[in-house]
């Protein structure tokens, strides 16, 4: 079950860019049920979060210029995926979702294995993004801030964009190191990759996470500490050059322009907009706010931005008082939060993954596994 599980989990993984990735992953999620001869169940507090991320949802289609109905059906896809995959946690044991998740880690760190061993090897760079993909698209292995580099591509495994393969290791990364520790070996994999994509987002977020958890928890004795902040420190300095480029000279991305577009259009709207929100579903085609910023702008802000952007002060307050209540503890809100830095969005598979993820942390907190 772990491998079918774990493999069901890197096909939802790609969902949000693949219809075959989405179809294969609910087959092989079914067949778990089938195996354990069981049906979908869950609980109230699930139920709660869902029927409330519905009403917000529609809320923002109609707030919005557009009313996008193939969004929302995108997102009821990849959200009720993630509910599906809570709910095994009622009849399968903390062990074998632990397993599968480890596996989940495994296939995406393989896949940029082959991809940096294969390219320094052979010159040619295996695109595994557009095997994937229906409709082929700009893979970001390379650009004119990379080319200088030691390292000079920046793996991107199953998807288009080094940030994405970050943002979809760290929620595996996340649970592994709350349930187990941050130096449990395939956390540890996990966060060695997504410093390898050289991801700005990633890097960044991952390093916060780690230095939070070493000195909020003490589940790691002195010496693992000081073992972990060596390792980071290493990682962090061999990817200074490159981070520092990319942030503050670089030749392919604006970073801080962009996030600094994205604050204008939020600070200048009127006051329904600043309360309410633009609607949680971007114009893909024309522009967004009053500045038009591009959805994919809006998005690379991170998930917080992203969310006052979108869903206005009330939404970001709503969300956050209901997380907490689900979450209710303080340390674990605080670890989760820095997280949503990331670009998360609610039409991306591994947001809705990063949700289930917390939930199971909480519940197994809860039983006492």
């Known amino acids: ?61 109609f707030i919005s210029k557009e009313i996008y109905i193939v969004h929302y059906v995108k997102y009821f896809g990849v959200a009720i995926y993630s509910f599906l995959f809570f709910s095994l946690s009622f009849f399968s044991s903390n ?24 390219y320094f090897s052979t010159g040619y760079y295996l695109d595994i993004n557009n095997i994937v993909r229906e ?32 943002m979809s290791l760290f929620p595996a990364v996340f649970y592994l190191g709350h349930k187990r520790n941050i ?28 230095f939070f958890y070493i000195f909020a928890y003490g589940t790691i004795s002195k010496k693992s500490r000081i073992l972990m902040v060596v390792f980071i420190s290493i990682l962090f300095l061999a990817s200074s050059g490159f981070l520092i480029q990319r942030i503050f000279e670089s030749q392919d991305y604006d970073a801080i322009g962009y996030r600094l577009q994205i604050i204008e259009n939020i600070i200048d709207r ?26 994919s702008s809006i998005r690379d802000s991170g998930f ?22 689900l979450i209710r503890d303080v340390r674990l809100f605080v670890s989760f939060s820095i997280g949503l830095s990331f670009k998360f969005g609610i039409l991306l598979s591994v947001f809705w993954l990063y949700i289930a993820f917390m939930l199971l942390l909480v519940r197994y907190k809860k039983i006492g596994e």
Request: net charge neutral.
């Open 1 to 61: 079950m772990s491998f079918l599980l774990g493999s069901s989990l890197y096909f939802y993984s790609l969902s949000s860019f693949s219809y075959r990735a989405a179809i294969l992953s609910y087959v092989t999620l079914l067949l778990v049920f089938i195996v354990n001869k069981r049906t979908p169940i869950t609980n109230i507090k699930s139920i709660i979060l869902f029927i409330f991320l519905n009403i917000l949802i529609l809320f923002s289609l």
């Open 95 to 118: 062990e074998k979702i632990e397993s599968s998740i480890k596996i989940y880690i495994y296939i995406h760190c393989f896949l940029v294995a082959v991809q940096v061993l294969m």
């Open 135 to 166: 409709v082929e698209s700009h893979t970001a292995y390379g650009g004119k801030d990379i080319s200088q580099f030691y390292m000079s591509i920046r793996p991107t495994g199953s998807f288009s964009e080094p940030s994405f393969l970050a």
């Open 183 to 210: 130096t449990y070996r395939p956390v540890l994999l996990g966060i060695l990759t997504i410093f390898l994509t050289l991801s700005v987002a990633g890097i960044g977020v991952v390093s916060v996470w780690i």
């Open 270 to 295: 009127d006051t329904f907009h600043l309360l309410f929100g633009n609607g949680l579903f971007l114009d893909e085609f024309y522009g967004n706010g009053i500045l038009e910023s591009p959805a």
């Open 304 to 325: 917080i931005l992203h969310l006052l952007f979108s869903a206005g002060i009330l939404g970001l307050l709503l969300s956050s008082t209901l997380l907490f209540l």
